[in-house]
């Protein structure tokens, strides 16, 4: 398939997810008790409810009703918050830069940890370091990440004053990069923690695996050191599989945002996501699920664009 | 060895188990009566973990909150393996069109991001608990419909299957005297990693204010409660954590022990 095609293919196949989504959500309000009229501010006057209502076309046939939630969605206009009184959309993606900084920063401590620790128990499978990384995933992968968030904010600050409970920043020391990268600390280390679990498994499984095929003996045979078949011959196998992955945690990982931003009063989407539904500001909860939505459709696209541009073999199937 | 990898955690579960649905039984105090004598988290003989920000018993809290968070992480979980068994069945049976629509409908499921949906409809539709089950059920048969499909369409060709089509037997009736007997010893780990991932869930919805709901108590709506007293009270936030910690790494030691028992 040329290259053009794909990318045509699977831009159709991300829109027309994107497209249940959305229908989805419209679903989801009509059924809701009191149905879509949920997304006029109950505070408003009778005079002000009525003219939310009529632009959204509360009054109008479904179809009609479902044409509407699409135009306005495409023009960006996904209603106002209650709680803010602001347009929802741009409530949402004010907020995003501070998710983006907390998962992107986790992400990548996760890749540095995961990659030469999976290399390390996959170039043994059985070995030592095998099952004592094996134990210790498990483990991480077993434990609730709002509580081990909870856990450190007990050792870090209650109990050692080591870093803060929570926040972006100091009152007064908002220039100071080391307060902000001391704010760190905590929300990227909870956030990391499951995600460098489940990449060193699939790391692990993909260097074992790649250990095993029959170029591997050949190299040996030719005289290369365990670290240079393990470098040119091993690695690059084992790491392709892993772009896949990282799409896939591409939802853990902003739901695991929202539980770590709120653990940490950390101003992000999630944690917005989070007051918003409590608070039922539906026009705001509705947003923050398109825009995650979008989101995690085109990470997926990207990935599987940067896997086809590395990987030349799944272009010939 | 291996025997006794799957042996503990199913050990632990049921001790888990024990503590959760006998322990109210044995010890008759009241979850949810208020004791104001003490301080919040102190101990003492009438209250061996002492009280918690409402001054209410948290060893008897502890106990009823494993009850509901078990029972929910099991019935979700049982939801999740019907509709994975269910999707993956028919899409390794029929195979063709049907299985591609089938596969790309569950990879899309899986890229849907579970908690903001969850919160979307808690919140539209007001948090009970067989809401709270249907929703972690219905975001989490991804994974078994996928070990399901890839068993039953390498089954349907194996020689019993096509003697028992000769024979003239329907799909469904092949299905489930021929083939689901097969599916069990994999139906069994993604059982025990599914209980895990769907108490995570839980507690983590309850823990935001949009699962289980107060005075109801559950293992992640009582760290809720104890966060206000983190700097006081330490150990409030502590038991909980530990209870689901325990009940998740039983599950998936259980599950990975099952695993490693049918793939050596």
Known sequence: ?317 | MKRLAALAPAALLATLLLFSWAGPLVRRTDPDTLDLRLGTGVASAAHPLGTDESGRDVLARLMVGGRVSLAVGTLATAVALVLGTLVGGVAGWRAGWVDGVLMRATDAAMAVPVLFVALAVLSLFGSRLPLLIGIIGATSWMGPARLVRAEVSTLRQAEFVVAARALGRAGPGIFLRHLLPQLIPLLSVAASVGVAYAILTESALSFLGLGVQPPRASWGNMLTGAQASLYTAPLLAVWPGVMILLTTLACNSLGQALRRRHAP
Do not use: C
Request: no cysteine; hydrophobic share 50%; charged share 15%.
């Open chain 1, 1 to 317: 398939m040329s290259g053009a095609g794909f990318l045509a293919r699977r831009l159709a196949q991300g829109l027309i997810v994107l497209w249940i989504v959305t229908s989805a959500t419209f679903a989801l309000m009509h059924l809701a008790p009191g149905g879509p009229s949920i997304l006029a501010d109950p505070k408003l006057s009778p005079v002000e409810r009525r003219a939310i209502e009529e632009r959204l076309g509360l009054d109008r046939p479904l179809p009609e009703q479902y044409l509407a939630w699409h135009r306005n969605l495409l023009r960006g206009d996904l209603g106002r918050s209650y709680m803010y009184e602001t347009p929802a959309g741009r409530t949402v993606v004010e907020r995003v830069p501070n998710t983006l900084l907390l998962a992107g920063l986790a992400l990548a401590l996760s890749l540095a940890l995961a990659v030469p620790l999976g290399v390390r128990a996959g170039r043994r499978p059985g070995g030592p370091a095998d099952r004592v990384l094996d134990l210790a995933s498990l483990a991480a992968l077993s434990l609730p990440t709002f509580w081990f968030g909870i856990v450190l904010i007990i050792l870090f600050a209650a109990l050692w004053h080591l870093l803060p409970a929570g926040g972006m920043t100091t009152p007064g020391l908002e220039d100071s990069l080391r307060d902000r990268l001391r704010h760190l600390v905590l929300p990227v280390a909870v956030l990391a923690l499951p995600i460098t679990a489940e990449l060193l498994r699939y790391v692990r499984s993909g260097v074992a695996a790649a250990g095993r095929a029959p170029h591997v003996p050949a190299a040996r045979a030719k005289g290369l050191t365990e670290g240079q078949i393990t470098r040119r011959h091993v690695l690059r196998n084992a790491l392709l599989p892993l772009v896949t992955v990282i799409g896939l945690q591409a939802p853990i990982l902003v739901g695991g945002a929202a539980i770590t931003e709120t653990v940490f009063s950390w101003p992000g989407m999630g944690r917005l996501g989070v007051e918003a539904a409590l608070g039922r500001d539906y026009p705001v909860v509705m947003a923050i699920t398109v825009t995650v939505a979008a989101a995690v459709i085109l990470v997926n696209l990207l990935l599987d664009l940067l896997y086809r541009w590395i990987d030349p073999r799944v272009g010939i199937e």
